[in-house]
T-cell receptor, first 111, second 113 residues
């Protein structure tokens, strides 16, 4: 059973426009969320994170939004650039000692 | 720091053979994770260690899979015997617990024919 779901396997966006990648989770114990970016033949690299005490976190062109009641998070990239083309994974973890990351299946973004 | 180092980068083996994947975590990191990437399941956690001790191996698919971490700077993932359905990219990642961000190696692409 997928506890972290990325229902859009792919997304195509024009350069300069906004990219919105979505992620849903089912486990209410998750309280820390991360986004990773992955280029072909490379390992995933950390992009941005958010803890459950916040509903928004920004880092340059990247913003992550968290809606705890809906168990939903999203990553916004503004403006999108060709170099953003990659697979994006969201991941969730429950603090309290486990430090276990559960990843979604990824969304392939093409700019 | 060189980051998480995995070897080999590519492995092609015949069904039934033993396969050993290797990982050197980032120095000072106390958590080590093994993931498998497939199209259907994305990044799937197989096992993770804390201070060289296996904490959760519930993601290990079968008894054919085993992982060890004999010291803080080395871990192995072994598949014996290997099967074609084990073909995937296997990633090792490490983190410093309190930082909550895992750093990944470049992965080992395993092909079992």
């Amino acid at each position: 059973d997928q506890q972290v779901k990325q229902n859009s396997p792919s997304l195509s966006v024009q350069e300069g426009r906004i990219s919105i990648l979505n992620c849903d989770y089912t486990n209410s114990m998750f309280d820390y969320f991360l986004w990773y970016k992955k280029y072909p033949a490379e390992g995933p690299t950390f992009l941005i994170s958010i803890s459950s005490i916040k509903d928004k976190n920004e880092d340059g062109r990247f913003t992550v939004f968290l809606n705890k009641s809906a168990k939903h998070l999203s990553l916004h990239i503004v403006p999108s650039q060709p170099g953003d083309s990659a697979v994006y994974f969201c991941a969730a973890s429950a603090l309290g000692g486990t430090y276990k990351y559960i990843f979604g299946t990824g969304t392939r973004l093409k700019v | 720091d060189a980051g998480v180092i995995q070897s080999p980068r590519h492995e092609v083996t015949e069904m039934g053979q033993e396969v050993t994947l290797r990982c050197k975590p980032i120095s000072g990191h106390d958590y080590l994770f093994w993931y498998r990437q497939t199209m259907m399941r994305g990044l799937e956690l197989l096992i993770y260690f804390n201070n060289n001790v296996p904490i959760d191996d519930s993601g290990m698919p079968e008894d054919r899979f085993s992982a060890k971490m004999p010291n803080a700077s080395f871990s192995t993932l072994k598949i014996q015997p290997s099967e074609p359905r084990d073909s995937a990219v296997y990633f090792c990642a490490s983190s410093k617990g309190a930082d909550m961000v895992a750093f990944f190696g470049q992965g080992t692409r395993l092909t079992v024919v």
